[in-house]
């Protein structure tokens, strides 16, 4: 995928279905905003730094779970400092659910986006969990706004990975009110962090 220069033309069986969030705005940056830069590959492994506990010679206590929860007993997205550099426009959350993931502790899974007036602005997608001055704080980035791709779909499944449906623009010339890639992408946890995988999907998924 290509990244465009321009403004924008055109936008887990036990499951926690991601919830949309018409407007929820959070804190937009000042500084000067640069959506449209060099796109990064798609296929990547995440390395989010979340808690690994020190290698010893005895099993350690086995993993909670992953198990929904409600919203209101994890971070609140909307509450968040989310590294997005959107100028003068706020932060929009745009789907997003509440889950303990398999640690032990409550966290959330969000996509937002710069709330420009028009345009199809990119996603970025984020795994939230608690702050130690009130304000959630970000553990992982699972999609950069750099990859140019719109979220819908926000999951967990059964055995704790994280899914989501997306889609993008196979060039600059694809117009943004017609993408025409769509993906279906996976996170699970290895380590301390996630693997991301993803797959093609057929363009008639919402």
């Not at 699972?142 to 999951?155: G, I, K, M, P």
């Amino acid at each position: 995928m290509l990244a465009h220069t321009d403004h924008w033309r055109g936008r887990l069986v036990e499951t926690a279905v991601g919830t949309t969030a018409g407007r929820q705005s959070g804190t937009g940056r000042t500084a000067p905003w640069h959506w449209a830069v060099t796109v990064a590959g798609c296929a990547a492994v995440v390395a989010a730094a979340l808690t690994a506990g020190p290698a010893s010679g005895t099993p350690g206590p086995a993993r909670p779970t992953p198990k929904a929860l409600p919203a209101a007993a994890a971070p609140d997205p909307a509450k968040a400092e989310l590294p997005l550099d959107c100028g003068p426009f706020p932060v929009a959350v745009t789907v997003s659910f509440a889950a303990d993931l398999g640690d032990g502790r409550p966290g959330t899974v969000a996509a937002a986006h710069c709330a420009a007036e028009n345009g199809t602005p990119p996603d970025a997608v984020y795994l939230l969990g608690p702050g130690t001055d009130g304000r959630p704080a970000v553990l992982a980035t699972l999609v950069s706004e750099r990859e140019n791709l719109t979220v819908s779909r926000l999951a967990l499944r059964s055995d704790g990975a994280i899914t989501a449906h997306a889609r993008g623009y196979s060039g600059d010339d694809v117009p943004r009110f017609a993408p025409d890639i769509s993906v279906d992408l996976t996170w699970t946890r290895e380590g301390g962090g996630w693997d991301r995988t993803q797959t093609a999907a057929p363009l008639s998924l919402t």
